[in-house]
């Protein structure tokens, strides 16, 4: 029975992430023809498949990266389609890279159909992360420029920061003002780096947080290293409308309030996806009864148990589970988050802390 249920939640997920799917923007001649071009003009440093070296990530003698996979397995589907396009277009030369510029070699059109050519080659679950990224939160084009590691920019803010990575340098709508990632932050860089901005950058016009934009798709990005049979998973009644990912601890009251309404969630077609996220990390108050969650045969009823201070019905002692639980922590770390719950959007929005349900739904079903 237990089994049967299981078994009927894992094809109601499945089911709906394929209605969900989304086309490619690119027809099959256009690949046909990207795929002669890309043989011509892009294959010598990017290979015949656009799979480069997998050694992608070490720097020459010179410090210059080497032309890196296009494939998917690298960084391409980080960018949206007119950054893609900008940088065949013009190359990474005038800030210091390798890559040549093709605006006198290959038409507009051409271009699209080189991109569709590597693009082809992308997993399809890497294809539809980069289409849910940019098509459906209308993720503005914030970068358009893409300065590689070794420019002066990146070299002046790597003497003032010391160890953290910096990387995702990029040119901001704004002239002449860049934005990098320095460990999990934004900073933005004035007059060439001389000076350097911590803040949000807010369009007034559209009243878009940018630098929110910006760290709602590295959320999405360290989510969806989580599959749901890594979690704990409520899946919506009926058709789902929207996934909310939340980082929770059994032992925190409002998480504990939040789950008190997870049918009303479930009801109006939320589908929750609960990660682990122990207050206080290993000698936290939650640590231990997550794992035991996390081991037990039915985690639903689990977690519903521990939610409700039932702790009788929990397997105890260890289990292989630990390496879930921190694998929770480090990602709910990385992402920032400040309390428990922190819920997280599927486009990366997150909202600290509890929300009633008669508030939650409707911010969840809106329309981005
Ligand atoms: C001479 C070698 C060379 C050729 C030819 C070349 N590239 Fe590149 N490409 C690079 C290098 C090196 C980089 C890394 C950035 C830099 O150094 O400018 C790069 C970066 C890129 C990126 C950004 C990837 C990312 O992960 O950010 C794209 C997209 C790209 N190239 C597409 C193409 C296409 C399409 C063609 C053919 C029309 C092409 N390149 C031809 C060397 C090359």
Known sequence: MKIRSLIL????????????EKEPWYSKQQVSQGERLFRQNCASCHGQNAEATPDW??????????PPPLNGTAHAWHHDLGLLRRTVREGGAKLGGQMPAFETVLSAEEI???????????????????AGRFESS????LGDIVVPANSSLTKLLRQRVGNAKIDDVQE??????????????????????KYALMGDLVNLETGRNLTEQSQGADVVETISEFSDEDLVIFAAKGETKAILNVFTDTSCPYCQKLHSEIGQ???????????PYPRGGKNGPGYET???????????QAMTDAKNDRFEGLPSGDCT???????????????GIRGTPALVKSNGEKIEGYRPYQELIPQLLQQP
């Open 172 to 193: 901001t709508s704004i002239k002449d003002v860049w934005q990098a990632r320095v460990g999990n932050q934004y900073v933005y860089l004035l007059d060439n780096g």
């Open 57 to 66: 990530k070490k720097t020459d003698a010179n410090g210059n990266y080497p």
């Open 9 to 20: 939640v894992g094809l109601l997920i499945v089911g709906q992430s394929f209605a969900a």
């Open 112 to 130: 699209d159909s080189v991109i569709a050519f590597f693009q082809s080659k992308w997993p399809d679950d890497i294809y539809q992360r980069w």
């Open 290 to 300: 997550l794992r035991s969650v996390w081991c037990a045969e039915d985690r639903n």
């Open 321 to 335: 589970q630990s390496a879930m639980i921190d694998r929770g922590y480090q990602a709910g770390n990385r992402v």
């Open 265 to 275: 969630l479930q009801e109006a077609g939320i589908t929750v996806r609960y990660l």
């Open 138 to 141: 209308e993720l503005p084009s």
